[in-house]
């Protein structure tokens, strides 16, 4: 390239500010990602790149029952336990990952409904509810019916039986392994044909052998190691048989119950979450209560410095804050609305997560929503942070947004249109750059972390999903078994600064990274589509592509490469660096929009910059003139 075809050179190398969808695509700044562009993400602050891939948790599954809640729960004692659950058109199930079997496995399968709703469960992280007798905390769960459920997370091993007993393998006890010691409690086996055998204990629980078993487990075919699995405990008619429990949730121990199509909202004991009781006058602490809102409720949660809890309804938040007396003989409950407008309250229980020290949530305005202190004003404020893809807001679809926090990223999911029968697309809030990721095609009906990774259940089969992975496959079983990403990366329509003048250019200057296997589609828009060019780099292309032999570039790492915010080297992505120039053949334009994308499987590649020598043809176009005949 000759230093006449520098001149002019016109560099994009920053694309810290994401995804955008409201200024017109004519004027946006450079770098930012259009409508169109999807599975992209923000690579080390200023690169950008193909998002990875998903693969799953348990195998795949052809059902096309949809999960309907879930999460995980990380247990007082330590331990931590996915949860899913669904339909099939005549149960409703709960199941929670099984780390011995490698499979998902039922908890329980008469529920009413396949959406089991938790405690605070929004961000996917479910809490538990302190029981001061097992002292552990215990799972409490709804399906919308007058049930409430609850579940030890009792989970070993079955080793052998007598008549009247069942002894666990390894050395901790069955309390310890988080059995219960009171009440009827029961341990369910998985026999030798696969099917769950259930038997009634009484004593025993302080040591490895359960005593005063009922039916005799002798009689069933159990092998050692078979699945032994705490029974779940249903409570009906609680609080009453005409309250639907919808969703609830949980403050200083007290369990909050909550039916969509009632005002009323009641609150039990916090020694007792069966207990819903009238209180004394004036009430104590640790006695139920109830309240009446002003409308219906759509969503509550603990706010995050956990000195109130918020509730949501269609068009209010309201705060409630405790106080106990000075002798603390009495409990008084304050019910304060939050500076809210029409219709700026949460779209579904599951839309709300905590973030650092705000709220965010989906709202029906529809807006996705900081709620949290601004500086200088002590009550909580609601600040939107949709605004910059505000166009994109607007058509989509957010009545079973599920939203959640993961390593300084905020994500939702939602329906790419509001017509869209489940949600299919997920976004990004970049909190290190205070921008959006372009949306990502994934199914999610909730998003949550376990064992420090991201996953997501799917909303219309039975599969639970490993985001972030990093094969850059979706629905990846083995490298026979995987789906392509369609990654599309769409600048602007760039005038350059001069509307009124023809431009050219006929030299294209690309740098990144990319693997072997890979093929990058670079293409040149002219005018709205009236006319386009296709080029491909390919990742074994010798003349731009950098081979490192033996140590050199490829054994260090050049920045955070992967949204978990961890340092790889060039050798563990198997990317390797590229630069070079294009030649193109000069078409006169006046806007002009570049694109970059893949539609491969196990494909990776970073684009760190690009650019052209931008000339114009000359100073004024005079045949672009209005008739006014």
Do not use: C
């Not at 007396?325 to 939050?338: C, V, Y």
Request: charged content about 20%; overall charge negative.
């Amino acid at each position: 390239m000759n230093d006449q075809q520098l001149k002019n050179f016109y560099k994009v190398d920053d694309f810290s500010k994401g995804f955008r969808a409201k200024t017109d695509v004519v004027v946006e700044e450079p770098g930012v990602a259009v409508d169109g562009s999807q599975n992209i993400h923000v690579v080390d602050n200023t690169k950008i790149g193909n998002r990875p891939g998903f693969s799953y948790l348990g195998a795949r599954s052809t059902n096309t029952n949809g999960i309907g809640g879930g999460g995980s729960w990380k247990t007082s004692t330590a331990t931590e336990l996915p949860l899913r659950s669904y339909h099939d058109g005549s149960n409703g199930f709960l199941e929670y990952y099984s780390t011995v079997s490698s499979a998902w496995e039922v908890i329980i399968g008469t529920l009413s409904s396949g959406d089991a709703r938790f405690l605070n469960s929004g961000s996917g992280v479910l809490l538990g509810w302190w029981d001061s007798t097992e002292v552990e905390d215990l799972l409490l769960f709804v399906t919308g019916d007058a049930n409430i459920h609850m579940w030890s997370g009792g989970v070993t091993t079955y080793a052998s039986a007598t008549s009247t007993t069942l002894t666990k393998q390894g050395t901790n006890t069955w309390a310890e392994d988080r059995y219960l010691t009171a009440g009827t409690r029961q341990v369910r086996i998985k026999d030798d044909s696969d099917v769950w055998q259930t038997f009634t204990y009484t004593g025993g629980e302080g040591t490895t052998t359960l005593t005063g078993v009922t039916p005799d487990p002798t009689a069933q075919s159990l092998t050692a190691g078979a699945l032994a699995v705490q029974a779940a405990r249903s409570t009906a008619n609680t609080p009453a048989a005409a309250i639907d429990n919808d969703f609830i949730g949980l403050y200083q121990n007290y369990l909050f119950t909550f039916d969509k199509v009632s005002k009323s909202i009641e609150m039990s004991s916090n020694t007792d979450y069966t207990s819903f009781a009238s209180p004394t006058s004036p009430r104590l602490p640790g006695e139920p209560s109830d309240f009446t809102l002003d409308e219906l409720p759509t969503a509550v949660i603990t706010q995050p410095d956990g000195d109130a809890l918020y509730i949501s309804t269609k068009n209010q938040w309201y705060q409630f804050v405790f106080t106990v007396s000075d002798d603390n003989s009495k409990e008084a409950i304050t019910i304060k609305p939050l500076k809210s407008s029409p219709l700026e309250g949460a779209t579904n229980e599951l839309a709300v997560t905590n973030m650092k020290n705000y709220t965010v949530y989906t709202s029906g305005e529809p807006t996705i929503d900081n709620l949290g202190r601004v500086e200088n004003i002590d009550t909580p404020q609601s600040v939107p942070l949709s605004d910059p893809i505000k166009n994109y807001v607007d058509v989509a679809g957010f009545t079973t947004s599920a939203s959640a926090y993961y390593k300084n990223d905020f994500y939702i999911s939602l329906r790419e249109s509001s017509t869209d029968n489940a949600n299919n697309r997920i976004l990004i809030r970049n909190l290190r750059l205070g921008s959006w990721e372009a949306p990502w095609t994934i199914p999610s009906s909730v998003i949550f972390e376990y064992n420090g990774d991201l996953y997501a259940h799917d909303p219309s089969t039975t599969n639970t999903y490993k985001l972030l992975d990093t094969n850059y496959s979706d629905n990846y079983v083995s490298e026979a078994v995987q789906a392509p990403i369609s990654a599309k990366w769409f600048s602007s329509h760039h005038n350059y600064g001069y509307p009124y003048n023809l431009k050219k250019f006929n030299m294209f200057w690309i740098d990144g990274y990319i693997r072997a296997n890979t093929e990058l589609d670079i293409l040149f828009t002219y005018d709205f589509s009236k006319e386009t060019k296709k080029y491909t780099l390919k990742g074994l292309d010798s003349g731009v592509v950098i081979v490192e032999l033996g140590g050199g570039l490829g054994y260090f790492s050049l920045g955070s490469r992967n949204l978990g915010g961890a340092g790889q080297t060039l050798a563990a992505t198997g990317l390797r660096r590229f630069r070079g120039f294009i030649p193109v053949p000069e078409r006169p334009f006046y806007e002009l929009q570049v694109s970059f994308q893949s539609n491969g499987a196990g494909e990776r590649w970073e684009v760190a910059g690009y650019g052209m020598n931008i000339n114009a043809i000359k100073a004024q176009d005079n045949t672009l003139k209005i008739d006014q005949t």
